[in-house]
């Protein structure tokens, strides 16, 4: 009913700014950085990704209210680099990583289409084998 | 006197002549008529007959069936040959209201109807010619009398013991017997006497069958029918079998269960098999035992037939007797199968009990009185204790069992419709009834006052008939009916409301008759006289019928008049005493009352009470108990006088002090009178305060009276000193032992007492004490008042004075909200002037928080509310909160209080809290947290007066430096267990982490996160300083208490909240936001103790590995007493141990993480670590893994911790690092031995360089 659309969890409002960077005044090399619209999926991911990092002290996230579509990610340095360098680089080891891992899974799905393009035709029961194109066509997509 | 007569006369007509006879005669004739010669002839005859009979009557009584007309010889020899033969006993005369109509009554049917112009004529027949024929033994073919007596040899005869005493209708008591060999059945008080045959159903009567049975079978056995009758029909017919008497002798069930007799009381086992069935026993279905099991008595106890219903009544009043010594902890024989049981069985007897209470006869009278043996009778020491003013709901609740929706209108019924139906006696029975159900709880006393009639019926019968009939009635008027309507005016003020609209001026003729022009007998009229004051003081307290005060205004001049005569008892001048003490306190403010300005200043200025209270004073000695009571009595009158002088008199009652003190002052002086009673008062309250341990309950009351009195003194004390003076007077108004009050309480403060309503089942304890609070809250209340004495003593100094406020507000009970927050108040007047960081402005910010400790607002939404599913439990809450009267009355609490009972013991920990905030908790500053934590939806935050204007960081702020500050000087002056505890210093400090922020305002730095504020963390560390591992001297004291912080926790959070909920999103909030704060993570640790269930650890452990390397503490940071708390028992759960294996392999734990995470590990690789009886059975498959495990991956350190691991199970201390990794070389080489052996030659080989050489 009341309930808020669905696309205000993922597309940003006019003149809103994805990422924004708070520096903790009382802490040293602490920043408290905000991510809107996004949710625990990156959140959680970041976070594992920094405390992976070994100049990182502390790595925490939080989503505030379940209906706000945004969170906090608080990052603490030991001085070597900055709390916002330990996310850039958190963040594109995390795309390296996950774009590897696609690349693995293509490879793999692949392998399985060629097998199943290759034996499976006389194996489906239904003799529908050309019904698989079609997914491949939406995860080429 | 006749035989006297009889005698003159006949020495008359012997010195007569025959004329003279002849010329009486005549005379007589003329007299009488021609008829008074027969007359008198029948009549002599009648008393021959009757002498005669009283002449042996004694010694055979109606026993013996004699024909009519016997020779007086004869029968004397035929009882002599008798003499030895048991008598065979009468079947007890019950009533027999509905059974058939006797035989007599059918007779005229059998009358020809011919004869019809027969005159009915009577026999002369007087009670004695009417022979009772003692019922028959179980065969009518036995003749019982024609046997000779046994023999004095013969083994198998069992004596019922000799007959003696009348043949009474009262059923037989068994008295058991006193060894098992000794056969001897003894038969008291009964009627009964039986003989062997009778006696041994089976036995000799069986020989006897057996015996004739190739000849002539005996008459009347169903063999005789048979071969009579029957000759066809073939012998040992099977389906005729149970006509024949059972052979075996206890064929019926093994008989454990219980049997009972008549008077309810059990039969042995070894007595129910042989008792005859003549007594009365054997009326049930089931086997040949004597008695009556539980399940037969309930059966028989809804009988249709009213005399098996009375008998079944009065059986189980007799077992409930029984059962209610049992549980009193008195030895019962035979009765051990229901012991544990009492309650139940209790619960099944009364509800038979109330099934009948509406029967008519005797059944009902019996029924009455079972329901009081069980309601009132079971217990009946509480009802005292209830009428001081305490509910008596209890957790197994028989009361509540009752319907009273039945009850109470057929007791209603019974005092109005068919009150002539019911003996005195029963009225009473029924009246006590009312009485106990009135004391349970709240809503029995509004359902008795809302039943119609039934308080009217009552007060009519006990009070107003016996009075207006006066003193010719035989019974005077009950003043246990008064003590009813005292202690439902005690329950609520709506209530009492209701009975001073009822009953007011019904009571009021018991006032204006004094004991001395009364008709009825000067005891009875004290009582009632001084029972009628109470009521009017109950009423009083809440400010209701004041205005009897100058309505009856002569009467009471009267009452005060005669009160304070020495002719009066002291109990009557107490209680008028204390009526006039609550009616003066109602005077003061006059808007307090209902209505107001019902009783007003300037009449009780112009009554001039206190001159003759002080005439009083000149007159009573001080030696006994109640003249001192006395004492404190009129003080206490005196002190309320003082005290409205004070507010409504010219120039602040200046005048009235002076001359009150004038005398004061004398008798205050070295050895006067006052001071005499004071100190022989301070005297027995000290001495009965030492000898603690086995307090009874009147000496409780004795105290608590010496309690009062020395509170009355004080307050007298207190209500001299001028109004609108601060600190101490310039000189004391009058002298008081002022260092021995200290002492005294000092004293109270350390006392077990206050342990009682908190104490397990302890034998130390006399039954009841769980409703001792009742007393106790008098000690409270001196306490309260000492508080207020020791401010004005110049010798006690502001700390010191803080010391004892801080430490004796502990000890308030519910009743002292007023005199709390008064305390408070002048807490923070005294603290800024002692210099810690407060100002005045900042302390008071406390104060809306502190007052809802005391006296907690309803939540308005929630009565308002009006959700359709939460409807019920939301009105629960949204019930008006009660607030107790206090002690001494004060004009606000008369305009407000709405009860005077002290809540049941019994009562759940949320009614409780719902019934009063006090005791208070010895965290009680700090309960602003609590507000912060729930900010959103806390009740104090929507009230908060306009000028309060604080941040959360102000609040925590004030909060923490006060607590600080009170625990310091508590410690100061050695009163450090009254301080704030380690479990709810570490709650509070974990309430300051939990002020979560960046949810409404859009700000998400730290910056204005509590904790981050420099102050809040300094007194953080500050609170939990002493705690620490090092701080605390070691071995002190094993604090120990397992759950300790789930326990706190409970109390702030809401219910079904548990403390894990809580530990989980505090965990959670540290993984988040915490930044590796310290003391964030310190608070983090205490619930992993090895005391706390394993959730705990496994949340922590296993769910948030990725925080281990956040937290960096050492050892002796933690804290804990002693830090064995988190080694041992050893850690079991195989999840638990392999997050604490990645969490050393990987190096993510740290210090006091990692050397706990080596321990348990190493404990479950190492047996010698271990107690098999404490830590469970070693899992050897588990330690090799471990082992391997390690060895595998873990790093140098690692090895060798856990190689070189040592603890000592046995010790008291725990070894920590260093020292922990020097495990001596003999156990290493057992280690080394075990590897070598479980593990692994090639383990052993890679581990040589740790390990012994061989």
């Known amino acids: 009913m009341n309930a808020p659309p669905r696309y205000e969890l993922f597309v ?6 994805p990422v924004e960077v708070m520096e903790d005044t009382k802490i040293p090399n602490a920043a408290t950085i905000k991510i809107v619209k996004q949710d625990h999926t990156l959140g959680n991911m970041l976070r594992a990704q920094l405390l992976a990092t070994p100049h990182v002290l502390f790595a925490g996230y939080k989503v505030p209210h379940p209906l706000h579509p945004y969170f906090q990610i608080k990052i603490q340095t030991d001085g070597t680099i900055t709390p916002q360098d330990a996310l850039e680089q958190a963040a594109s080891k995390l795309i390296g990583t996950i774009s590897d891992l696609e690349a693995k899974f293509r490879r793999e799905f692949t392998f399985k289409g060629n097998e199943t393009d290759g034996t499976g035709a006389a194996d489906d029961p239904y003799g529908t084998g050309t019904a698989w194109s079609g997914t491949r066509d939406y995860m080429d997509f | 006197m006749r035989e006297q007569i009889s005698r003159e006369n006949e020495a008359r007509i012997a010195g007569m002549t025959p004329e003279e006879i002849e010329d009486e005669r005549k005379q007589i004739l003329e007299r009488f008529g021609a008829g008074i010669g027969s007359l008198l002839e029948k009549a002599k005859r009648n008393r021959m007959k009757r002498a005669s009979e009283t002449a042996y009557s004694g010694r055979s009584g109606a026993a013996s069936p004699l024909p009519p007309r016997l020779d007086e010889e004869a029968t004397r020899a035929a009882l002599q040959n008798l003499q030895e033969v048991p008598i065979s006993p009468e079947e007890p005369k019950f009533e027999r209201a509905r059974s058939p109509a006797p035989p007599a009554l059918s007779r005229p049917d059998t009358r020809p109807s011919s004869r019809a112009d027969r005159r009915l004529r009577f026999a002369d027949l007087d009670p004695k010619d009417v022979y009772v024929y003692e019922s028959h033994p179980p065969s009518p073919r036995k003749a019982v009398l024609a046997l000779p007596p046994p023999s004095k040899d013969d083994q198998d005869v069992v004596s019922l013991g000799t007959f003696r005493g009348r043949m009474a ?9 006193t060894s098992q060999d000794d056969q001897q059945i003894e038969v008291s008080g009964g009627d009964s006497a039986g003989d062997n045959t009778a006696s041994q159903p089976q036995g000799t009567a069986d020989k006897e069958d057996y015996a004739l049975k190739d000849q002539e079978p005996e008459e009347g056995t169903p063999e005789y029918i048979r071969r009579r009758y029957f000759p066809a029909v073939p012998a040992n017919d099977p389906n005729l079998a149970w006509m024949s008497t059972s052979t075996e002798p206890s064929e019926g069930p093994a008989s454990t269960d219980l049997r009972f007799d008549l008077h309810g009381k059990p039969i042995p086992p070894s007595l129910s098999a042989k008792l005859p069935t003549s007594l009365g026993l054997h009326h049930h279905a ?8 539980l399940d037969d008595i309930f059966l028989l106890s809804r009988s249709t037939v009213p005399a098996q219903r009375t008998i079944m009544m009065g059986v189980l009043s007799g077992l409930t007797q029984l059962l209610s010594k049992m549980k009193k902890g008195e030895y019962v024989p035979h009765l051990e199968e229901l012991k544990g049981k009492e309650e139940e069985t209790r619960k099944r007897i009364v509800a038979a009990g109330v099934e009948a209470l509406n029967e008519r006869g005797s059944v009902g009278l019996r029924a009455v009185e079972l329901v009081w043996q069980c309601v009132v009778g079971w217990d009946e020491d509480l009802i005292g204790l209830g009428l001081e003013g305490i509910w008596l709901e209890s957790a197994n609740g028989l009361i509540r069992s009752l319907s009273l929706e039945f009850i109470l209108p057929s007791i209603s019924t019974m005092f109005n419709q068919n009150r002539d139906a019911y003996p005195h006696e029963s009225l009473v029975q029924l009246l006590e009834i009312v009485q106990r159900l009135a004391l349970e709880n709240v809503a029995n006393a509004e359902k008795i006052v809302g039943e119609d009639k039934l308080l009217s019926g009552i007060v009519q019968y006990f009070l107003l008939e016996p009075h207006s009939r006066g003193p010719e009635e035989s019974r005077s008027p009950e ?10 005016a005690q329950a609520s003020r709506s209530i009492a409301e209701a009975l001073a609209r009822s009953f007011v001026d019904d009571i009021l003729r018991f006032i204006t008759i004094l004991p001395e022009s009364s008709s009825f007998p000067p005891p009875v009229a004290t009582v009632l006289l001084a029972r009628s004051l109470k009521f009017y003081t109950v009423l009083g307290s809440y400010g209701l019928s004041t205005s009897v005060a100058s309505t009856a205004m002569e009467h009471i001049a009267r009452l005060n008049h005669y009160a304070c005569s020495s002719s009066a008892s002291t109990e009557l001048s107490l209680a008028w005493m204390q009526l006039a003490q609550v009616w003066i306190a109602c005077a003061i403010d006059p808007h307090a009352t209902t209505p107001p300005h019902a009783i007003t200043w300037s009449r009780v200025l112009a009554w001039e009470w206190h001159t003759e209270w002080l005439a009083l004073l000149d007159r009573t000695g001080g030696t006994s108990q109640s003249e001192r009571e006395l004492w404190g009595c009129v003080w206490g009158a005196l002190a309320s006088w003082l005290e409205g002088c004070k507010v409504n008199a010219v120039r602040g009652g200046e005048k009235e002090r002076e001359n009150l003190l004038r005398v004061a002052k004398k008798s205050f002086e070295q050895n006067g009178p006052a001071s005499s009673v004071v100190s022989a008062v301070l005297d027995s309250l000290m001495s009965d305060l030492g000898n603690s341990q086995s307090l009874s309950r009147s000496q409780l ?9 020395i509170r009355n003194v004080i307050r007298l004390w207190l209500a001299f000193l001028p109004p609108h003076l601060e600190g101490p007077p310039e ?15 000092a004293n109270l403060l350390s006392h077990s007492i206050w342990n009682i309503p908190q104490a397990p089942r302890v034998e130390i304890y006399p039954p009841g004490y769980r409703y001792f609070p009742v007393y106790i809250q008098h000690f409270a209340a001196l306490l309260a008042v000492y508080l207020s004495l020791s401010r004005r003593l110049p010798a006690v100094t502001k700390e010191l004075w803080l010391a004892q406020a801080c430490s004796l507000i502990l000890r308030l009970t519910p009743g002292n909200e007023e005199a709390v927050l008064e305390i408070f108040n002048e807490v923070l007047r005294v603290l800024p002037t002692l210099g810690p960081n407060i100002n005045p402005q900042s302390a008071s910010i406390l104060g809306p928080f502190i007052q809802d400790a005391v006296l907690s607002r309803t939540k308005e939404e929630e009565e308002e509310g009006g959700g359709d599913e939460e409807e019920e439990s939301e009105i629960k809450v949204a019930k008006p909160r009660t607030k107790l009267t206090p002690l001494v009355p004060t004009p606000t609490s008369i305009a407000s209080a709405t009860t005077a009972v002290l809540i049941s013991p019994f009562a759940g920990v949320k009614f409780q809290r719902q019934f009063s905030g006090l005791p208070l908790h010895p965290d009680w500053m700090l309960n602003a947290m609590n507000h912060l934590l729930h900010s959103g939806d806390s009740v104090v935050f929507k009230h908060l007066p306009k000028e309060w204007d604080a941040s959360e960081v102000d609040v925590t702020r004030t909060s923490f430096t006060f607590a600080l500050y009170s625990r310091n000087i508590l410690h100061r002056f050695k009163l450090g267990r009254y301080a704030v505890s380690r479990d709810e210093a570490i709650l509070s400090c974990m309430k300051v982490f939990m002020l979560e922020h960046g949810l409404v305002k859009d700000s998400v730095t730290s910056n204005d996160e509590v904790f981050r504020d420099k102050t809040v963390e300094t007194l953080m560390e500050a609170l939990l300083e002493p705690y620490r591992a090092r701080s605390a001297p070691s071995g002190e004291s094993s604090d120990g208490e397992e ?20 530990y989980t999103d505090f965990v959670g909030l540290y993984d988040a936001i915490s930044f590796s704060h310290p003391l964030f993570a310190l608070l983090l640790l205490p619930p992993l103790s090895m005391h706390y269930a394993i959730d705990y650890r496994k949340l922590f452990w296993c769910e948030y590995p990725q925080i281990l390397r956040t937290i960096s503490i050492y050892p002796n940071q933690v804290l804990s007493n002693n830090l064995r708390e988190y080694l041992y028992p050893v850690e079991k759960d195989p999840q638990v141990i392999g997050s604490l294996l990645s969490g050393i392999v990987k190096r993510g734990a ?16 190492w047996q010698d670590l271990r107690d098999g009886s404490l830590d469970g059975s070693f899992n050897e498959e588990r330690g090799v893994k471990l082992l391997q495990a390690v060895v595998d991956q873990g790093d140098n350190e690692t090895v060798v911790g856990i190689v070189r691991y040592w603890q000592d199970r046995g010790g008291d201390e725990a070894r920590v690092s260093p020292t922990c990794f020097d495990a001596a070389q003999d156990v290493l080489k057992r280690r080394k031995e075990w590897i070598e052996q479980s593990v692994g030659k090639g383990y052993a080989a890679r581990l040589a360089g740790l390990l012994p050489a061989n």
């Open chain 2, 731 to 745: 000189a004391p108004p009058f002298e008081l032992p002022f260092d021995r009050l200290s002492a005294l309480a």
């Open chain 1, 12 to 17: 940003l409002e006019d003149g809103e700014k």
């Open chain 2, 286 to 293: 089931e086997g040949s035992h004597a008695g009556y099991t």
């Open chain 2, 169 to 177: 209708s009262s059923p037989v008591a068994i008295v058991e017997p």
């Open chain 2, 479 to 488: 003043p246990e009916a008064i003590s009813l309507l005292i202690s439902l």
């Open chain 2, 701 to 709: 009351k004795g105290m608590a009276a010496n309690a009062d009195t």
């Open chain 2, 1043 to 1062: 759950w300790a912080l789930e326990k706190e926790a409970g109390r702030f959070l809401p219910t079904g909240t548990p403390f894990y909920q809580f």
């Open chain 2, 1150 to 1165: 740290k210090e006091f993480l990692w050397w706990v995470a080596i321990h348990h590990v190493a404990a479950n690789i």
